[in-house]
């Protein structure tokens, strides 16, 4: 025979159906976690070493001076006029962070990430950045005077009143990007920069062999600042107006 179900045991099963049917939906969701760890976040009271995981720490007016941080996870970090300089940061991730007065000067950040940082003011001179990338970066009136910069990526970076004095910039990439009264004056070009679309109000390239530059345009040439000594792509004229006064 077969056995009957009594009306508690049919309202105890309705209730796990319905239990198991919540959960499921949860984690359609994503507001359930099947993990069986705490989430992972950043360890702020960790001091600085290699792959340190600072993401979204407040990390402001510390002296870090010389610190090993290669592949660091600095993610959306506040390091506001912290002293980083001729410290490593090899590799590391510090998209988004806050970089405001901040001194990175001497500093080797090969292929590091500083994608959409907040950078005004920073002191970034001889940087050694090879084929970093800065992307969309908030860079205003930072110094880059003398750095190692081949390859890098500025696409749409705000790098108004940048300077970039006898930087190497080879093969950098500055598409999209406000150079609006940047200086790239003696820059060290060896491989082709692109510039295309890129916004050059008063830009600053006297010195500059730009001769193997891509997407410059007459219109971009006419409002920057040159001289005898600038060199450019074929096709395209030195304006009357070179040498711009000085700001």
Not at 14 to 20: C, E, Q, Y
Not at 46 to 66: F, H, I, N, Y
Not at 124 to 151: H, I, K, P
């Amino acid at each position: 025979m077969a056995r009957v179900q009594s009306p508690a045991e049919d309202n105890r099963r309705s209730k796990v159906a319905l239990m198991i049917g919540f959960a499921a939906f949860l984690l359609g969701l994503g507001i359930l976690s099947l993990s069986t760890g705490p989430a992972m976040a950043g360890d702020c009271s960790t001091g600085p070493t290699a792959k340190v995981d600072w993401s979204e720490c407040r990390k402001r007016q510390l002296m870090l001076g010389g610190s090993q941080l290669d592949n660091a996870n600095l993610y959306d970090a506040d390091l506001s006029a912290t002293d980083l300089s001729n410290s490593s940061l090899r590799e590391s991730n510090l998209e988004k962070a806050t970089l405001i007065r901040a001194s990175l000067a001497n500093a080797r950040a090969e292929g590091a990430r500083f994608d959409r940082i907040e950078a005004y003011r920073a002191e970034m001179g001889r940087l050694a950045a090879d084929g970093a990338s800065f992307v969309a970066a908030e860079m205003q009136r930072v110094n880059l005077a003398g750095a190692s910069l081949v390859t890098a990526d500025f696409t749409k970076a705000e790098l108004g009143r940048a300077n970039f004095d006898k930087a190497d910039i080879s093969g950098a990439r500055f598409r999209l990007a406000n150079l609006s009264r940047a200086v790239l004056n003696n820059a060290v070009v060896k491989q082709p920069i692109a510039f295309e679309e890129a916004f050059m109000f008063r830009t600053r390239i006297e010195g500059v062999d730009l001769s193997s530059a891509t997407g410059l345009e007459q219109d971009q040439i006419n409002l920057a600042c040159g001289d005898s000594r600038t060199r450019l792509p074929p096709g395209l004229n030195a304006p009357s107006n070179w040498p711009c006064p000085a700001d």
